[in-house]
């Protein structure tokens, strides 16, 4: 298996803009997570997904932020408008479960900067 | 509610020293604990994981934790610190939605 697969790796874009972040999981997993990793707040759960059903959002930062999941094998994450405030690496994961001992397979990241 | 804390934001040690990395979680039952890693620009990987089947677990590139329930512990440890590895490193518990806020490990030649 390729492992997650997330794009882009890099995105670079002006304040107001709108950005979308792609994540493919590993096929079988029945979990998806997105995460935000900034400096300042180090790594921290934005929603995820069991399913395909949003279970827990209450990461998101604000109605700028959405995340979609329409099929197991794809997710997204938007940011309309985005704020330079918003700058940080956007990591997705996948899980065969959220508890016990089953591990989660994060992607390479997506490095996002908001101008 | 489950919580870890990662009491050292920052290591520091000499290649080959040994390596400790502390960590002490808060769960009303018996938990899972993982360490990952973060290499520099990458995403994070498993180093180890505990699943109450032994208390020390030995994970990847010699690194080793220890499951203390007394103590409500799960160090990471490492005999001999290489240059590689030099990174950032998570405890996490069961749920996998808590990260610790990751301990930095430097290693000096």
Same mark, same amino acid.
């Given at each position: ?60 930062? %604000?109605? &700028?932020? $959405? @995340?979609?999941?329409?099929? =197991? *094998? ?8 985005? %704020?330079? &405030?918003? $700058? @940080?690496?956007?990591?997705? =994961? *996948? ?21 | ?109």
């Amino acid at each position: 298996d390729a492992g997650v697969i997330q794009s882009p790796r890099h995105e670079v874009t002006e304040m107001g803009q709108e950005v979308t972040l792609r994540c493919k999981p590993i096929s079988g997993h029945d979990y998806l997570f997105w995460y935000r990793q900034t400096m300042m707040r180090g790594l921290e759960l934005l929603i995820y997904f069991n399913n395909n059903v949003p279970i827990d959002d209450s990461g998101m930062p %604000e109605d &700028r932020f $959405s @995340a979609k999941m329409p099929n =197991a *094998s794809f997710s997204t994450l938007k940011i309309q408008p985005s %704020e330079p &405030r918003d $700058s @940080a690496v956007y990591f997705c =994961a *996948s899980s065969l479960a959220t508890g016990g001992f089953h591990e989660q397979f994060f992607g390479p990241g997506t490095r996002l900067t908001v101008l | 509610a489950q919580s870890v804390t990662q009491l050292d934001s920052h290591v520091s040690v000499s290649e080959g020293t040994p390596v400790l990395l502390r960590c002490n979680y808060s769960s009303s039952y018996s938990p899972s604990l993982f360490w990952y890693v973060q290499h520099p620009n990458k995403g994070l990987q498993l180093l180890l994981k505990y699943t109450s089947a032994a208390t020390l677990v030995k994970g990847i590139n010699g690194f080793e934790a220890e499951f203390k329930k007394s103590e409500t512990s799960f160090h990471l440890t490492k005999p001999s610190a290489h240059m590689s590895d030099a990174a950032e490193y998570f405890c996490v518990v069961s749920d996998k939605r808590r990260f610790g806020a990751g301990t930095r490990l430097t290693v000096k030649p």
